[in-house]
């Protein structure tokens, strides 16, 4: 036979409490063991609540076919019991999917076989055919990218809506339209709402977790400590969380997130923080935390410069360790301490992340206080100091190992400070930074090995004393150098020095002014003292101290032209600051001129005790 409708249902019968007999005009056959009954199904819909009911064969219903299904197909049921009006009686086709027929090699190959296989093939495509017309399914226009599974966790009660993305289906809560695990926040009442939130991120918490979304552009008054809990990530959507106490910021579980707008101290006096706090004291294991954290957010300050007080952001471990957290594209303003990492007793805080940030206005921007810090990783950051000339603000403070450090540091110049990056010369090791603010790329290899250079070049002529007092070589601004303690330096310099006038027999002494103090020098003083720019001898001596040393033999000409160039190692046992200089034994009569470009530069190796970096055997 043929299979001539695509018809395979009632359009549904209303009951009046007498009919019982209620017929279908399309095609049903017996398909091999199944037979015809076993290949429809009768439905009763409650039609108050649109409940649907599948009957059972005899026990509700019987069923009749007519003869020929080819040519007059359908049939009818009989009701056991007349349904009455608040009923709706539908007959479907409803085909086995079982594979009936049974082909054997060598054996017959009837055609009303294959036509009857061919047949309940039809069927089931029709039936297939109707249940996806039935089905929630996206348009042409939703391509290729889109998929039909729906995303969430099955939840009773939730119906089914469009992602946000418009890339598939989700679980949607009926009483807010909302995905499962995703709740709102009221606009900001401008009172104190740190309970209320409290209550909403347990609950939230408690549920398995989820995304909480603040109204746009809110300002939300916070009194106290706010507690991210487990699985909970805040989405600010661009508002704001304004703390109000000295102690006040968001403590922290094991995993959660918060991103997307502003958290602020703003005007607190006295502020201690820290704003956003990591601790493993509570027991809270931190050692696969790869969701906790924030990004893009901007995090102010109580006030800039004198002012800043408190710390922002803090990890801070005594136990368990802390470990895999993630902080990303966001900005710190006006705190003592940017960022603080630290440890205690048996903790560790190694293999943080902190990338695409800045950090402006601080007293120390980025602060290791402890040597159990290791492993942290500071990635594309850009830092500009505190401007408040009478704070000694640092940009990074390391006593730690393993440590990656690449970004850029502005305009320290104007600080109070001129140590921009300190390292602890005895516990450094393997830190590597790369700041293309000071113009080198330098690493920490080995114990206090800073491979950091720092120089200065004599911006214009100079003039100097007829005297015998220890004269500065550099400008002003730009002649006192920092070292640190326990450190040795490779120093280098190249210094022109002229005179036009006095004949007073003299000799220029080398000598290095400052507060620091050497344990041991070693470097090679080469000296030329022609009369006029000319070819002249030069002459060799050791520079082992910062004491006055000479460098020339005795000239009465008045057209005295000093040449100096310096190599060799210094050793620092206490840091502090050095400044080259030179003086003469006796006044010659005339001032000097010193040079433009002359130069000095220093470049620390290692520590005042080591004597070989790298591979050496």
Not at 54 to 74: E, K, M, V
Not at 213 to 231: C, F
Not at 345 to 364: D, E, K, L, P, R
Request: charged share 10%.
């Amino acid at each position: 036979m043929t299979i001539a409708s695509t018809t395979i249902a009632t359009s549904g019968s209303t009951g009046n409490g007498a009919t019982t007999v209620f017929s279908f005009t399309f095609s049903v056959e017996a398909y091999g063991a199944v037979s015809q009954a076993q290949q429809i199904e009768v439905i009763k819909e409650t039609i108050a609540s649109g409940a649907e009911t599948i009957l059972t064969l005899t026990t509700d219903y019987t069923t009749s076919f007519n003869a020929d299904q080819n040519s007059n197909p359908g049939g009818s049921i009989t009701m056991v019991s007349a349904p009455s009006s608040a009923y709706r009686i539908w007959i479907r086709l409803s085909p086995s999917f079982v594979q009936a027929t049974d082909y054997q090699s060598q054996g017959g190959f009837l055609m009303e076989t294959v036509e009857d296989q061919a047949d309940q093939h039809s069927r089931q495509i029709l039936w297939l055919r109707d249940n996806v017309r039935r089905a929630p399914r996206a348009g042409v226009q939703a391509g290729s990218s889109f998929s039909g599974e729906i995303t969430g966790d099955l939840t009773p009660g939730y119906m089914i809506g469009l992602n946000a993305s418009g890339t598939g289906y989700q679980w949607l809560d009926p009483s807010t339209g909302l995905p499962a695990g995703v709740s709102y926040l009221s606009a900001a009442t401008g009172s104190d709402e740190l309970t209320a939130l409290q209550a909403i991120i347990d609950a939230m918490s408690a549920a398995g977790g989820g995304v909480l979304y603040a109204a746009p552009r809110q300002t939300y008054i916070l009194t106290g400590r706010l507690t991210l809990k487990d699985n909970v990530t805040i989405d600010l959507n661009g508002s704001k969380f304004k703390f109000t106490g000295a102690n006040d910021g968001i403590d922290t579980e094991s995993v959660g997130w918060i991103r997307n707008g502003f958290i602020s101290v703003e005007g607190v006096a006295s502020y201690v923080g820290p704003m956003f706090k990591v601790d493993d004291a509570s027991g809270y294991s931190r050692t696969s935390s790869l969701y906790l954290g924030f990004e893009n957010l901007w995090l102010y300050g109580s006030a800039a410069g004198a002012s800043a007080l408190g710390t922002c952001v803090k990890l801070t471990s005594s136990s368990n360790g802390i470990t895999n957290l993630r902080f990303h594209n966001f900005r710190i303003l006006n705190f003592s301490k940017g960022i603080h990492l630290t440890a205690s007793g048996s903790g560790w805080v190694n293999a943080n992340f902190f990338s695409q940030f800045s950090i402006y206005g601080c007293i120390n921007h980025i602060y290791l206080d402890t040597d159990a810090t290791d492993g942290n990783s500071f990635i594309d950051y850009s830092i500009q100091p505190n401007t408040d000339t009478a704070i000694a603000s640092r940009a990074i403070y390391c006593v730690s190992d393993y440590n990656i450090f690449i970004g850029r540091t502005w305009d320290w110049g104007t600080s109070g400070s001129s140590t921009a990056h300190e390292f602890d010369a005895t516990k450094c090791i393997n830190n590597i930074l790369i700041d293309s603010a000071i113009g080198r790329q330098y690493v920490l290899n080995g114990p206090g090995q800073y491979m950091a250079e720092a120089y200065t070049i004599l911006s214009a002529n100079a003039t100097g004393l007829d005297d015998t007092s220890a004269q500065n070589i550099f400008d002003a601004a730009a002649d006192t150098l920092t070292v640190a303690g326990s450190t040795t330096y490779e120093v280098e310099a190249v210094v022109y020095i002229t005179r036009t006038a006095g004949t007073t027999s003299h000799q220029v002494q080398w000598l290095f002014g400052g507060t620091c103090a050497f344990n041991a020098a070693v470097i090679t003083a080469i000296v030329a003292n022609p009369t006029g720019n000319a070819l002249g001898t030069p002459q060799m001596k050791m520079l082992t101290a910062k004491a006055a040393s000479t460098i020339t033999a005795a000239n009465t000409s008045a057209t005295e032209h000093v040449m100096i160039k310096l190599h060799g190692i210094m050793q620092i046992a206490t840091g502090g600051t050095i400044i080259p200089q030179i003086q003469y034994t006796v006044a010659p009569g005339g001032a000097p001129t010193f040079v433009k470009e002359s130069y000095f530069r220093a470049r620390p190796i290692g520590t005042s005790t080591a004597f070989a970096s790298g591979p050496w055997a």
